[in-house]
């Protein structure tokens, strides 16, 4: 098969847009793609300041990379979740990368640095590792994008992930969570920064050839917690629609996000919002989450 860009030879083939690309145009269609979205969507302008939140697994590798070398003013955020040596392992990769391109990271340590412990929370609160993961991640990406003055903070989601998400709030309608989906989550409050999805429309696979294109290392496991997810059942449900109908992804999140989801934008929730009483940060009770985690955890 030939590239339909230069006619060389294909080495991969994108049947959602009946396309198939050498590498060069490949790196060419997927550096548009990136560019297309964040422009589209006003998530950031050249120059302001973006905080992207890495993992070392092959999404936000390609995340960092791509917004360093179109010239964004990117620093990548690393935090270490105590998860045994898969956090380890991850950060080696993140400071790896980091240290042989000279690339700013900062990287947040919730054992050293707060004494968190997310199996401690997790048992002492009877919620799921990941819940409790989710909440200090959510905290720490907020505080240091506004304590260090960032315009935004980046993730690496991608197609697959919104399309899965999309799916598990579809078939528990759940309102709440439709009316935020988004490539962009705007600042609803001066303390709560804008996060965003720059690769929202590329897939999981797409990400994977970026970074092999590129000879980027990354992290091949995944979180241990993440086996047996509800999200990963979803995504082999669309992966088999997909086979059979491609495209099926982008459209179910495209024709979501176009015709779908402004019928849910009065469902906004009305909670009001408060500053905590310890750091400041924004929450609805008096002492946000992660206050209160970090009581739990160094309490003897
Ligand atoms: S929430 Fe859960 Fe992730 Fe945290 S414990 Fe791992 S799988 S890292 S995206
Ligand atoms: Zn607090």
Same mark, same amino acid.
């Given at each position: 098969m030939k590239c339909v860009r230069c006619k060389k030879k294909a080495v991969i083939v994108l049947r959602r847009h009946n396309a198939a690309f050498c590498a060069d145009c490949f790196l060419h269609y997927y550096k548009n793609q990136v560019?297309?979205?964040?422009?589209?969507?006003?998530?950031?302008?050249?120059?302001?300041?973006?905080?992207?939140?890495?993992?070392?697994?092959?999404?936000?590798?390609?995340?960092?990379?791509?917004?360093?070398?179109? $010239?964004?003013?990117? +620093? /990548?955020?690393?935090? @270490? #979740?105590?998860?045994?040596?898969?956090?380890?392992?991850?950060?080696?990769?993140?400071?790896?990368f980091a240290k042989e391109n000279n690339l700013p990271l900062i990287v947040k340590d919730i054992k050293k640095e707060f004494g968190l412990d997310i199996y401690k929370l997790s048992k002492t609160l009877r919620r799921s590792p990941c819940s409790v993961c989710g909440s200090i991640?959510?905290?720490?990406?907020?505080?240091?994008?506004?304590?260090? $003055?960032?315009?935004? +903070? /980046?993730?690496?989601? @991608? #197609?697959?992930?919104?399309?899965?998400?999309l799916f598990g709030n579809v078939l528990s309608w759940e309102e709440g969570y439709l009316a935020r989906q988004g490539p962009?989550?705007?600042?609803?409050?001066?303390?709560?920064?804008?996060?965003?999805?720059?690769?929202?429309?590329?897939?999981?696979?797409?990400?994977?050839?970026?970074?092999?294109?590129?000879?980027?290392?990354?992290?091949?496991?995944?979180?241990?917690?993440?086996?047996?997810?509800?999200?990963?059942?979803?995504?082999? #449900?669309?992966?088999k629609l997909e086979e059979e109908s491609p495209g099926t992804?982008?459209?179910?999140?495209?024709?979501?996000?176009k015709k779908g989801k402004k019928h849910f934008q009065d469902v906004r929730e009305k909670l009001e919002l408060k500053e905590c009483k310890n750091c400041g940060q924004v929450t609805t009770t008096e002492e946000c989450s992660f206050c209160r985690f970090v009581k739990i955890c160094n309490q003897q």
């Open positions: 560019l297309k979205n964040i422009r589209k969507n006003r998530m950031f302008e050249k120059g302001e300041k973006v905080l992207a939140v890495v993992s070392g697994g092959k999404d936000s590798m390609a995340l960092w990379d791509i917004l360093v070398k179109e $010239g964004y003013n990117v +620093v /990548a955020m690393y935090i @270490n #979740l105590g998860i045994g040596e898969y956090s380890n392992r991850s950060q080696e990769v993140v400071e790896k991640k959510r905290y720490l990406f907020n505080k240091v994008a506004y304590d260090g $003055g960032f315009s935004a +903070v /980046a993730t690496g989601h @991608n #197609l697959d992930d919104e399309a899965a998400t962009v989550l705007p600042q609803t409050h001066p303390k709560l920064i804008k996060k965003v999805k720059p690769l929202y429309t590329l897939t999981e696979r797409e990400n994977m050839y970026y970074v092999l294109l590129n000879k980027i290392e990354f992290l091949h496991e995944e979180c241990p917690h993440s086996v047996g997810a509800r999200s990963i059942l979803y995504k082999e #449900l669309l992966n992804k982008q459209r179910f999140l495209s024709g979501f996000l």
